[in-house]
């Protein structure tokens, strides 16, 4: 009860303050060294005596500013820009550019850490602001008013920030000008009037319709709804700003003057998570957002507007454990001590992008130790629990947006047709604007060993069988798979002479075909086949390694490893088959194809890693099916 809004509301009301029966006035004093600002806390009347002062005494009892409001200091000390209702705004802007704002509540000791000023030196060089702090009656709502003289920009002109306690973000941004109401008639009213939000000393001054604010302390009222800004000592004009219109004024402007073509390009050009913040700005830009052409179009765009350098973005999914072993192309863990998907920039550096929350769902009924990433495509990854144990548990999952599909039980299961081994693969149709994943089993347990396969679309949410797979083969189980061409490639065993293939499904036909390996590979069931994609997704490669030794990926001291590196130069031209290189053990590297020169990653004491190409998207946001985390 004491912690409903409503009992909050009616405790700050009453006209009698029963803890105080005397009703004496409490002060707030900041101090630093000789100088002192006097605010009265949580009341009408606002003094102000010039001095600077740095701790804080409330009710003759002192009492500390938060310690994380003072771990990213810009300046010196944190400067109190007013109070209100028992709140207290606080600014860390005197004297160098910082914005650090919060909202603080000593009495039950809360602190509010604002979000980030969409003004700043960075975005538009020098400034000075000024800020306010009072309460919206209107929409009972606490909101921090911040004024900004752009320096560096013809005419210097100055924008208005509001920011909304109630919605935890800044409102957006204006040019106050069009707002000013009042001139130098108004002085008096503006002293005597209890309700209005007084910021004095801000040297506000105007060349009509310029208007340039120097930075000084600002104070404010409680319960006030309107900013006063008074001229500087050359000029006698006063200004004075409604909250309450400025509110208004950018909660109205939703670009309705704009075609829909303009807002629709301005909002291709914005990143994912943005994207997802405008679908609560309004109803028609969430129907456009969450548009199924929307979401292709910006999939689609050439240009990726968040991403100007076009550097490639990689996913590694790295696990340690205490344990780990080697079977064909598979390495087991066990006894997982901690497992990591993150997204890097695939540059020199080799930068974190993001980290990355896996989803919560898919870890509570796994029949392995971990889910296998199967491949990415256009943002979507394919999640796999089948590295060893049958398992049927396959998703598929946008991070960037946090979504997933839990797709259904496949049609070929140990119950239905016995022992199997089982790979899939994940990619698009362009053909039916579809994303598909492509499950080929091979049967243990019939006669003739067929394999069979089947299908499974995101659009319709069911898996749907292919019949048998010909050229007949066989699979290791979890093979790895390179999504080129629109073409999905597994490395296969034919089943009439043993030797290695490259199974492929063309995922608009829906027909299975084959490319054959370098000839110099014959079958030896201590090697390990891996594909690849290469040449800017454009062909295959292929890791061959040699097993004898186990953890070979992960231990580079193991002198007598080495892993081979084919690659197709002509994708669809079988003698194009060249060796690329031969490694001894490494950790993880980049490869400079050119020079063949290596570059550490720094990513070492893993069992367990892949990596697999990234790009951001909001493809399944429009997925009724699809569950949020």
Known sequence: MIINRSFIQALLSPTVDFANQNDIHLLLLHIISGSCSLTYYQNKVIHKVKDKVHSVHHDNQAFDVPIAAKKNFGNSHLR???TCDGLICLADDIPSYAYNFFIWNPTIRKLVTLPRSGITFRSRGRSNASLGFGFDAMTNDYKVVRLVTLLEEDEQPTLAEVYSLATGSNLGCVSP???ITKTESDEEEAFTEPSKFILRNSGLATRSPRIVVDTEEVLCQKNSTQLHFFGSAHQDQKFWYNTQDIT?????FKFEAFPQEIIQDILFRLPVKSLINCTSVCTAWRSMIMNKSFIRAHLTLTVDFANQDDIDLLLLHIISCDSSSTFGHKTIVSE???EVHCVHYDNQAFDVYSKIEFPIAPKQELCNSHLRVVGTCSGLICLADDILHYGYNFFIWNPAIRKLVTLPRPGVTFRTHGGYDASIGFGFDAMTNDYKVVRFVALQHEDERPTAAEVYSLATGTWRSLGCVSPACGTNGAASNAFVNGVLHWPVVSDGDGCYFILTFDLGKEVFGKIPMPKIIHWNPKWGLQLSVFENRKSVALFMRDNS??????DNRRENSVLDIWVVKEYGRKESWTKL?????????SLDLVSKQFKNLGISGY????????KESLLLLDKSDAESY
């Open 581 to 589: 290189i031969t490694l001894g053990p490494q950790e993880l590297v």
């Open 549 to 554: 030794c186990k953890d070979f990926m992960m």
């Open 336 to 338: 997982i001590k901690d």
């Open 80 to 82: 109190v820009v007013g």
């Open 248 to 252: 208004q004024a950018m909660q109205e």
């Open 177 to 179: 000008a069009s707002l």
């Open 607 to 614: 069992k367990y890693c892949t990596v697999d190409f990234y």
